[in-house]
């Protein structure tokens, strides 16, 4: 199992920026996906952007040029740096671990963007 911890959430204007970070309670060099989903009030959860063991990076085309995923493996950290943040990526943000078949996910931090 992997137990995930996020902080860094809050309030912050529109075109505000926010770093957020996830702790793992295990060594996260076997871990190969790791990332950040989000989900706003009356909408599903949707993926923000994804990391492998490896470095690659997957983002939703909504954060694209503003959204920066990095994980450092021994801190056993993921981190998402979040730029010119919009009134729309308003949402509880979750880190998530994909380990030995199974889907691991924290207990969500709040960000709220103020237009």
């Known amino acids: 199992q992997v137990q995930l911890v996020e902080s860094g959430g809050g309030l912050v204007q529109a075109g505000g920026s926010l770093r957020l970070s996830c702790a793992a309670s295990?060594?996260?060099?076997?871990?190969?996906?790791m990332g950040w989903y989000r989900q706003a009030p009356g909408k599903q959860r949707e993926l923000v952007a994804t990391?492998?063991?490896?470095?690659?990076?997957n983002y939703a085309d909504s954060v694209k040029g503003r959204f920066t995923i990095s994980r450092d493996n021994a801190k056993r950290m993921v981190f998402l740096q979040m730029n010119s943040l919009k009134s729309e990526d308003t949402a509880v943000y979750y880190c998530?671990?994909?380990?030995?078949?199974?889907?691991?996910w924290g207990q969500g931090t709040q960000v709220t963007v103020s237009s």
């Open positions: 295990r060594t996260i060099f076997s871990i190969n996906d």
């Open positions: 998530y671990a994909h380990y030995l078949g199974s889907p691991y």
């Open positions: 990391i492998t063991s490896g470095g690659s990076t």
